[in-house]
């Protein structure tokens, strides 16, 4: 991941003071990382699951974008791609339909 980004994200190299030696680009991916599971506990649990969801909506699109891009690949990838961008969609549609009507009744938001 860290390599793939390398090409998209240009970085400034002011921030390598504050990481310890680790790489920006791996700093970028645990972060993301993070951010990925903290929006799935939270649309699990049902706490803020509307704007967790649209987090989640952003990540997946991003994904389609930067790692799926199946109309610049040849023919042998197109396939395996097409399949993950149409899952990733499918995965969008879900997430919509929780920003749309929001958590459940067993939620944290909505028990008083």
């Known amino acids: 991941l860290a390599k793939m980004l390398m ?3 240009p970085l400034p190299a002011e921030i390598d ?3 310890g030696g680790m790489s920006r680009y791996v700093a970028l991916a ?3 990382a993070a951010i990925e599971t903290i929006c799935a506990i939270m649309v699990l649990v049902g706490f803020k699951a509307r704007w967790a969801a ?3 909506i952003v990540f997946v699109a991003c994904t389609i974008f930067f790692v799926h891009n199946f109309w610049d690949m040849e023919a042998a990838a197109v396939a395996s791609h097409r399949m993950q961008v149409l899952m990733n969609v499918s995965i969008m549609g879900g997430l919509l339909l929780i920003v749309a009507g929001g958590s459940g009744p067993g939620s944290i938001e909505r028990r008083s």
Do not use: A
């Open 7 to 9: 090409g998209y994200l």
């Open 54 to 56: 649209l987090v989640l």
């Open 17 to 19: 003071q504050y990481l």
């Open 30 to 32: 645990y972060l993301v």
